[in-house]
């Protein structure tokens, strides 16, 4: 479609299951003061946009959902003298959404150039999101140092796949992943964890820095029991879908530990700057071979094909919608 008033994007008209998704004509957006607009060859597929589905968080309907892309520039707003049209890029879209979509608008701030860099768009659509928070959440929230253990709580899936190979780009030292089932674990190890368990074996597993759990439920449980003194906890998901964990701060204070949470929609709207230089950060190492992302295409069209198959649980790697491949 992408006509100059109209384009095709997948909505969500409802909120339900995977098949409530809708493939709908959409007015195209225009950039304002500090955004741009991107013409939208890829966008990636995320769990959080499975979190907009279901109704857990609160966004008005009909919504396009989508929070990462790659394209190129296709108009700059007031104020923008970094960007030009034309521009290859990858692109957070987390702050209002909208990467499923052949136009997406986005804070300028939260832009990453492509020019002259060895990397395919398909494999730049896969890297704002969880590369971007990988670097965030080891270097800026759990403040790694060097030769420090790390535990992922879920180490096959998009992100998990990025923080095993950060935390080792970051300087740690023993780095373990663990995983849902046995089928996983070959696909988490590729990932350049040092050993991977599954996730029912975490309690022995021995004593860590820091352990990151996207998990929730008793994960997040067996989580903070490994830690180490003064050892920090990052929470950054609930995928189990398991009631909430009570952390008793008395606990923390007898043991010496840490609880953090990390959100990257929040932190992107609240330190635009920081997420934009880290997203850079990020797809500079994805180019240059220092992170290995791998992705699988499927059309925007079978987004919903590609929820349920996050849903599952049983993805590796990343899931990427070709919109209008470039």
Same mark, same amino acid.
């Given at each position: ?41 890829y966008a ?28 190129? =520039? ?19 879209? =987390? ?107 975490v309690a ?26 003064m050892g ?5 998901? %609930? ?10 701060? %008395? ?11 990390? %959100? ?63």
């Open positions: 479609m992408n006509s100059s008033t109209q384009m095709k994007a997948v909505t969500i008209p409802e909120f339900g299951g995977a098949d409530v998704l809708r493939v709908a004509g959409r007015p195209v957006p225009e950039p304002g003061p500090g955004q741009v607009a991107i013409d939208v060859a990636g597929a995320n769990f959080a946009e499975i979190l907009y589905r279901r109704g857990v968080v609160d966004v008005p309907l009909p919504f396009v959902p989508g929070i990462e892309v790659a394209g190129r =520039i296709r108009a700059v707003g007031e104020g923008v003298e970094h960007l030009a049209v034309g521009q290859p890029v990858a692109a957070l879209t =987390i702050v209002d959404s909208g990467g499923y979509a052949e136009v997406a608008v986005t804070s300028a701030d939260l832009v990453a150039p492509l020019d002259g860099l060895d990397l395919s768009t398909d494999v730049a659509a896969a890297v704002p999101s969880n590369s971007t928070t990988a670097f965030l959440v080891l270097d800026r929230v759990a403040r790694i140092e060097p030769g420090q253990s790390v535990l992922v709580l879920a180490a096959a899936g998009g992100v998990g796949s990025q923080l095993g190979q950060v935390a080792r780009l970051l300087g740690a030292g023993r780095v373990v992943g663990a995983v849902g089932s046995a089928a996983k674990i070959d696909a988490a190890r590729s990932f350049g964890y040092d050993e991977v368990i599954l996730r029912d074996r022995d597993a021995g004593r860590f820095d820091v352990v990151i759990d996207m998990v929730g439920g008793p994960a997040r449980r067996a989580g903070l029991d490994r830690l180490a003194p920090r906890l990052v929470v950054m998901g %609930n995928a189990s879908g398991a009631e909430d964990v009570a952390v008793p701060a %008395n606990e923390l204070w007898f043991t010496n530990k840490t609880v953090s949470g990390f %959100n990257l929609a929040a932190f992107s709207a609240a330190f635009p700057d920081e997420t934009g230089r880290a997203l850079r950060r990020a797809v500079a190492a994805a180019a240059t071979g220092a992170l290995r992302v791998q992705v699988e295409t499927l059309p925007l069209e079978r987004a919903a094909e590609a929820h349920r198959r996050i849903e599952s649980g049983t993805t590796t790697g990343k899931l990427v919608l070709t919109v209008a491949a470039q």
